[in-house]
């Protein structure tokens, strides 16, 4: 993600409506913009549901999120 300069924006990794990851990203320097990732490894069954909340305020620069997964 990355956030519009002197904007923050945080997100949720969500797993059977429950958050599982935050991540947070501060575009409040000055001059430019802030990007953050993250990753997790879930243990997941057959009908879980896995997806990304947004959370309060804030703007993303770029508004889409990579989302992947695999199975090990």
């Known amino acids: 993600m990355t956030t ?5 924006f ?3 990794l969500m797993k059977n409506g ?3 990851k935050y991540l947070y990203v501060n575009g409040g320097v000055k001059g430019g913009y802030e990007t953050g990732s993250t ?3 879930l243990d997941l069954k057959k009908g ?3 997806y990304i ?3 309060s ?3 993303l620069e770029y508004p889409n999120v990579v989302f992947t ?3 090990l």
Request: a neutral charge.
């Open 4 to 8: 519009y300069e002197g904007s923050s």
């Open 10 to 12: 945080n997100a949720y």
């Open 18 to 20: 429950n958050d599982v």
């Open 39 to 41: 990753s997790a490894l």
């Open 48 to 50: 879980d549901t896995v």
């Open 53 to 55: 909340r947004g959370g």
């Open 57 to 59: 305020g804030g703007r």
């Open 69 to 71: 997964g695999f199975k």
